[in-house]
C-alpha cells in the first residue's frame, strides 16, 4: 500500500458561512481512504506586496508556503467574484508563487471545485485554470465541479446538504485522488 496522500484545500471565501469552504468540509469527508484533506487558512495573509515578500518572510506566508509544500495535491474551492476568482483566492497564489523557482506550488496535481450562482463558478474556474497552468501546476480536467444555486444545496452554516451534490463531489475526488497518485 502507498503511503497517504495529503491535500491542502484552499477556499476563495473568507465568509465564516461560505459555501466553498463548506465544500472543502465536504471533500475531506468524502474522500476515498488513505488520503486526508486540511483546509488552510488564507485570511491572514497580506495583500501581496513584492517589498513585503523582499523584507523577509511574513509568518502566515511562511506557514501556507509550508503547508504547501509538504502537500502532494492542491484543492482549490473556487469563489466567482465579478466572473472571475476572488482577490483572496489570487493573492494567496500570489504569495505562494513567489519567487516562482521556489514556488512549491510548481508541478503539484491541482483540482478545481466550487459552488456559487446560476454557472456554478465556470467562469472564476476557468481564469483559475489559465493562472496554474502558468505556475505548472497539473490540474486535473475531469470531471469537473461546478455547483450552481449553491443557496439551495448548503444550509446557513455552509454545509453540503445535497445528496446528489455529495455523489458528483464523491466521483470527482476519487478521480483526483487516483489521478494525483499517478501524476504527483
Known amino acids: 500500500m502507498s503511503r497517504p496522500l495529503r491535500l491542502i484545500g484552499l477556499s476563495g471565501s473568507l465568509r465564516r458561512a461560505s459555501v466553498n469552504t463548506g465544500l472543502l468540509r465536504a471533500a475531506a469527508e468524502l474522500l476515498p481512504a488513505g488520503a486526508a484533506l486540511e483546509i488552510a487558512d488564507i485570511g491572514e495573509l497580506p495583500l501581496f506586496n513584492e517589498d513585503l515578500r523582499l523584507a523577509g518572510p511574513l509568518p502566515a506566508v511562511q506557514a501556507l508556503k509550508d503547508r504547501l509544500a509538504g502537500a502532494d495535491g492542491v484543492v482549490f474551492a473556487v469563489t466567482e467574484h465579478n466572473y472571475t476568482l ?8 500570489d504569495w505562494a508563487s513567489r519567487p516562482p523557482v521556489e514556488s512549491p506550488l ?6 478545481l471545485m466550487g459552488a456559487g450562482g446560476a454557472l456554478g463558478t465556470g467562469r472564476a474556474q476557468y481564469h483559475l485554470r489559465q493562472v496554474l497552468v502558468s505556475l505548472d501546476m497539473a490540474v486535473l480536467n475531469k470531471p469537473e465541479l461546478l455547483v450552481p444555486y449553491a443557496h439551495q444545496k448548503f444550509d446557513a452554516e455552509g454545509n453540503l446538504t445535497d445528496a446528489t451534490v455529495r455523489e458528483q463531489l464523491r466521483a470527482q475526488l476519487e478521480a483526483f485522488v487516483a489521478w494525483a497518485r499517478r501524476v504527483g
Open 86 to 93: 476572488s482577490a483572496a483566492l489570487k493573492n494567496a497564489i
Open 106 to 111: 510548481k508541478g503539484k496535481p491541482a483540482l
